[in-house]
């Protein structure tokens, strides 16, 4: 951002923004603690992994390439009081990749389940054509691949959210029914390569058929799967 004073006098600035996640988890690693008193130093207190702890909901420091955060054992009144001087290594946080990189937007493209690191549903479906923000890293759980939502402790599946890409084996128009085709949305060809997302699912005529980039709740698009590969 730059800012400009009544004498024409141009200052640039910038800042770096973190997106927070819960402001109570247990911590994963033990977690040293540090003050930044001076500059950084390493205190002689100590969390233990396993902890709950309290994290602040806005102060973070970097030094070098790590991040830091303020945090307390007691109480979220404690951790964003005017007085603590207690930070930790956001690396020692379920969530600390959250903190280390920028998460994406994009849209639902096939209600999705939430799952947790083991692949188990966690209860929590995302709506078709609803926003969410993840991380860009895909995991492997039980052989499929996930993205991990931004700030919670929930993996949905890649392919509902940024598709799986397929390549066509003949031309292929685009439907939006069984025996509807999609207005105004040419004709695939052989060899080209297609977003496609979730599972093929079957219409009424019995045939099964991929959605594909630019289906919306309004225009739907779909090509049948037996013109992939």
Same mark, same amino acid.
């Given at each position: 951002? !730059?800012?400009?004073?009544?004498?024409?006098?141009?200052?640039?600035?910038?800042?770096?923004?973190? *997106? @927070?996640? #819960?402001?109570?988890?247990?911590?994963?690693?033990?977690?040293?603690?540090?003050?930044?008193?001076?500059? @950084?130093?390493?205190?002689?207190?100590?969390?233990?992994?396993?902890?709950?702890?309290?994290?602040? #909901?806005?102060?973070? !420091?970097?030094?070098?390439?790590?991040?830091?955060? @303020?945090?307390?054992?007691?109480?979220?009144?404690?951790? +964003?009081?005017?007085?603590?001087?207690?930070?930790?290594?956001? /690396?020692?946080?379920?969530?600390?990749? /959250?903190?280390?990189?920028?998460?994406?937007?994009?849209?639902?493209?096939?209600?999705?389940?939430?799952? /947790?690191?083991?692949?188990?549903? %966690?209860?929590?479906?995302?709506?078709?054509?609803?926003?969410?923000?993840?991380?860009?890293? *895909?995991?492997?759980?039980?052989?499929? %691949?996930?993205?991990?939502?931004?700030?919670? /402790?929930?993996?949905?599946?890649?392919?509902?959210?940024?598709?799986?890409?397929?390549?066509?084996?003949?031309?292929?128009?685009?439907?939006?029914?069984?025996?509807?085709?999609?207005?105004?949305?040419?004709?695939?060809?052989?060899? +080209?390569?297609?977003?496609?997302?979730?599972?093929?699912?079957?219409?009424?005529?019995?045939?099964?058929?991929?959605?594909?980039?630019?289906?919306?709740?309004?225009?739907?698009?779909?090509?049948?799967?037996?013109?992939?590969?």
């Amino acid at each position: 951002m !730059r800012a400009t004073n009544s004498a024409g006098q141009t200052t640039d600035l910038s800042y770096q923004v973190f *997106v @927070l996640a #819960s402001t109570k988890q247990v911590l994963a690693s033990d977690a040293p603690t540090y003050s930044f008193d001076g500059g @950084l130093k390493e205190r002689s207190e100590s969390f233990k992994a396993g902890t709950s702890i309290y994290i602040s #909901s806005y102060q973070i !420091r970097k030094s070098g390439n790590d991040v830091y955060i @303020l945090a307390s054992p007691s109480s979220q009144a404690a951790v +964003e009081g005017p007085n603590l001087d207690t930070w930790i290594n956001v /690396d020692s946080l379920s969530g600390s990749e /959250d903190y280390n990189t920028t998460g994406q937007e994009a849209t639902v493209m096939v209600a999705s389940r939430a799952y /947790d690191k083991n692949g188990k549903f %966690t209860g929590k479906t995302y709506p078709v054509y609803s926003q969410i923000s993840y991380l860009p890293t *895909v995991h492997q759980i039980n052989g499929k %691949t996930y993205y991990k939502v931004l700030g919670k /402790d929930e993996y949905v599946r890649v392919t509902n959210i940024t598709g799986t890409p397929r390549v066509l084996t003949h031309n292929a128009y685009v439907y939006r029914s069984s025996y509807r085709r999609s207005k105004g949305y040419p004709k695939f060809y052989k060899n +080209e390569k297609v977003i496609t997302y979730g599972a093929a699912v079957k219409f009424k005529n019995g045939k099964k058929y991929y959605k594909i980039s630019g289906c919306t709740a309004t225009n739907k698009r779909y090509i049948k799967a037996v013109n992939f590969r």
